[in-house]
């Protein structure tokens, strides 16, 4: 007897600056076709909504085309499109969103639109199989620093802790920035890393023995680009090599000590860690051996997966087709501010 295939689930992601399609079945990943638009936001230093939503225009239709190539299956066989409906810029946002909705009327499939941070946790799925449950999740990007207690990945995720200013990778940027490193910093600034000193240059670590779950990185990166001009001033060369090692060593010395102690005051030996900063080499380290000697069984998606991507929000919509969740009304709509909590609009 031939066991029947689970549906076949295309996501579409354009929450910030990638036009991501990703095509899933069950927790197999088929297909993950992204197009960036980085480039184009390099010369002004950060993400220009209105580039990124032309951007997302340009580059919807031949992005999901890849995918299904890649897969080796047409519009036709696809069973249900997951959206991306926030949090995120509100026009990148709605190119996706209305795309989604097109694709959903045209082919007569149920349309799933959600929470970007949520298909953040469940692209892990694709790599490592289910997500245990309870599991506490890590997210670092260029727009978010958050702790979040995964009960159920398709329908209770709750906050634990988020950043109360710049997120950890909007702080990479603007020191990479300082440092004349390209955008975006995360590369260049790991890269740079490797060969500096982490023990090289005292920079502070906020909220780091406070007993919430929260993060503050923008007095760090002002501590970085004072130390920096105040070298410059005095006519001395810039260690770059060590004051990226520095900064980097800080970021990921709060990043896993809180995630450790939200761990711990929740009971958890599960932690997942996703978002575009998972994929840097030292937060990975560190997290490893942290986890390690507390206990925690640590789960981190291969880089390609950490960024935005098409596969996360295809991932997150197999989940909601696998436990019959409710699809979406066709008039559902963008929200930039989309809480966690709402895992399905």
Not at 97 to 121: E, Q, R, T
Not at 270 to 291: D, F, M, Q, T
Not at 320 to 329: E, Q
Request: with cysteine; charged share 20%.
């Amino acid at each position: 007897m031939t066991t029947p295939l689970a549906p076949l689930v295309l996501g579409i992601e354009t929450s910030c600056d990638e036009t991501g399609a990703g095509l899933v079945r069950g927790h197999e990943l088929l297909a993950d076709s992204v197009a960036s638009s980085v480039a184009e936001h390099a010369r002004f230093g950060g993400v220009v909504p209105e580039v990124a939503s032309r951007a997302h225009l340009e580059a919807m239709v031949p992005a999901v085309d890849r995918a299904l190539a890649t897969a080796g299956v047409t519009l036709a066989d696809v069973d249900a499109i997951a959206v991306t409906a926030g949090p995120g810029l509100t026009g990148a946002l709605l190119v996706g969103v209305s795309a989604a909705k097109a694709y959903a009327l045209a082919l007569g499939k149920p349309l799933y639109a959600v929470n970007h941070l949520a298909a953040h946790i469940a692209v892990d799925q694709l790599e490592h199989g289910a997500l245990p449950e309870p599991a506490i999740a890590l997210l670092v990007s260029g727009g978010h620093s958050s702790l979040l207690l995964a009960r159920d990945i398709a329908g209770d995720v709750q906050p634990l802790g988020a950043t109360i200013d710049d997120a950890a990778g909007e702080a990479y940027d603007k020191v990479a920035r300082v440092l004349g490193l390209p955008f975006p910093g995360g590369p260049p600034i790991d890269q740079e890393a490797r060969g500096g000193d982490p023990a090289a240059i005292a920079f502070p670590r906020a909220k780091y023995r406070d007993q919430t779950l929260d993060f503050s990185f923008s007095g760090l990166k002002t501590a970085v680009a004072r130390w920096v001009e105040d070298r410059r001033a005095a006519g001395a060369s810039v260690p770059v090599a060590d004051v990226a090692a520095s900064f980097q060593e800080a970021v990921a010395d709060v990043l896993t000590r809180k995630a450790v102690q939200a761990c711990r005051a929740n009971g958890v030996d599960h932690l997942v860690i996703g978002g575009g900063v998972a994929a840097n080499s030292r937060l990975r380290a560190l997290a490893a051996e942290r986890c390690e000697a507390a206990g925690i069984r640590l789960r981190v998606p291969r880089p390609g997966l950490c960024t935005d991507n098409g596969a996360m929000v295809a991932a997150l919509g197999a989940e909601l087709v696998a436990r019959d969740a409710k699809p979406s009304l066709l008039d559902v709509g963008a929200d930039s501010a989309l809480p966690v909590t709402s895992v399905l609009v």
